[in-house]
């Protein structure tokens, strides 16, 4: 293997190697917990299907709301202070969820949790930023999301024998074991040295910080960039249900292209960081990222009109074509957020744009199951045109006035 191959996929300074280090640790943890979760919930809490989904959507829900105060907090007493914070109070969280009985007592700590898991990713953004020289920061960003991708995988291969025992007690195991792995990030967190810092902004509260966001063109191309993270509802709702449901190819190309997409963000995210190291590159990256996600609307409208051998392969071509738009969304959406965001307002401006992607969530599987696949093969097409033109439009928003970001200071 290439010496100059694997160089790239380490990064460059000591604090960017301990946050891959971090990342891995906190999502092998993570991996472990969502594959056992569902069963948790059912065997060990004692929940119905039912009281599970209302759980986790009002956890949803209070993610949503706390994002941006969160955010705010972070600029006001310091990101990665507040980032360690969260870690330790997702440990407590995890520790109180492992031994909670009852729909009730559920929902109460799924609500803390869901508040903590929400802030995070902007969070971790601005002190990536923060713990990063300027050329290395979306290279970062890129192997870390990599290193998560890797540690999810190895985390839900560690659940299976676990899991094969059908064991409250290892049930329980399982959530505590995440909860350590979020004790171990902090730790590893509070030890990140600083290449930027700045005061906290003190005069101003964190309330009146959240009342006062009044940057109308950074919220277009939050809600931009919301509608292009539309390939994640793709992947996990859309593909599996078109392809059962409207096609004639094997219900075994489901877990295939799931496949596909984790072995190839895997080995092309870090390279498709390169492009987004500007911000030309960055516009185009969505750009790009709107006219591949547009392109995996067309072949799996072509899929729903072909035989069996021909629909998989452009299903198989979807998720190529799917994957590659994540990408480049990823990384455009990186540089392009962080290059608009006040340095002594970043926690809360990266809060606001991970709004979109969160509204998706919520907005994109009725989008997907009562819009594109109940419309067939013309469903798809208009979701392609429109994923399309929000690529173009992403660019030409973010065009106007670029915000000067200082070389000195910090989060």
């Given at each position: ?77 310091g990101a990665r202070r507040t980032l360690v914070l969260l870690q330790l109070w997702r440990a407590v969280c995890f520790t109180a969820l492992a031994f909670v009985n009852g ?257 998706q969530e919520i907005c994109g599987p009725l989008l997907i199951t009562a819009g594109a696949i109940k419309a067939g093969p013309y469903g798809w097409g208009v979701l392609g ?27």
């Amino acid at each position: 293997m290439n010496a100059t191959w694997v160089k790239q996929y380490v990064p460059a300074h000591a604090a960017g190697r301990t946050f891959a280090f971090t990342a891995l640790v906190d999502s092998v943890g993570t991996g472990l917990y969502l594959a056992g979760s569902a069963i948790f919930f059912v065997r060990t809490i004692g929940l119905t299907s039912a009281q599970v989904g209302v759980g986790l959507a009002v956890a949803g829900c209070a993610g949503l709301l706390a994002t941006v105060p969160l955010g705010a907090v972070g600029d006001r007493y310091g990101a990665r202070r507040t980032l360690v914070l969260l870690q330790l109070w997702r440990a407590v969280c995890f520790t109180a969820l492992a031994f909670v009985n009852g729909p009730v007592a559920f929902v109460a700590v799924s609500v803390m949790l869901g508040a903590a898991e929400a802030a995070v990713p902007p969070l971790t953004q601005a002190v990536v930023a923060s713990t990063t020289q300027d050329g290395d920061r979306v290279r970062t960003l890129a192997i870390v999301r990599t290193v998560r991708n890797v540690g999810f995988s190895l985390g839900a291969l560690s659940a299976v024998p676990l899991l094969a025992t059908d064991s409250v007690w290892t049930y329980r195991a399982i959530v505590l074991g995440d909860a350590v792995t979020f004790v171990l990030a902090a730790g590893m967190l509070a030890r990140i040295r600083l290449i930027r810092r700045i005061e906290p902004e003190r005069a101003t509260s964190v309330l009146r910080t959240v009342r006062g966001f009044r940057d109308w063109r950074y919220l277009r191309l939050a809600g931009l960039n919301g509608v292009l993270s539309l390939h994640m509802t793709i992947l996990s709702v859309g593909i599996p249900l078109w392809t059962i449901q409207s096609t004639e190819a094997p219900a075994g190309a489901v877990p295939v292209t799931v496949i596909v997409n984790t072995v190839l963000a895997v080995v092309l995210q870090v390279p498709f960081s390169r492009l987004a190291e500007t911000l030309d590159g960055s516009r185009r990256a969505l750009r790009l990222a709107g006219l591949a996600l547009g392109g995996c609307c067309v072949a799996l409208a072509a899929a729903g009109r072909a035989g069996p051998w021909t629909a998989t392969a452009l299903l198989l071509g979807a998720t190529v074509l799917m994957t590659l738009g994540e990408l480049w969304q990823a990384v455009g959406s990186w540089e392009l957020s962080y290059r608009y965001a006040p340095e002594d307002l970043r926690g809360t401006y990266l809060s606001v744009f991970s709004l979109g992607p969160a509204l998706q969530e919520i907005c994109g599987p009725l989008l997907i199951t009562a819009g594109a696949i109940k419309a067939g093969p013309y469903g798809w097409g208009v979701l392609g045109v429109v994923l399309c033109l929000t690529g173009a439009v992403s660019a030409r928003v973010s065009a106007p006035k670029a915000r000067p970001v200082p070389t000195s200071g910090g989060a």
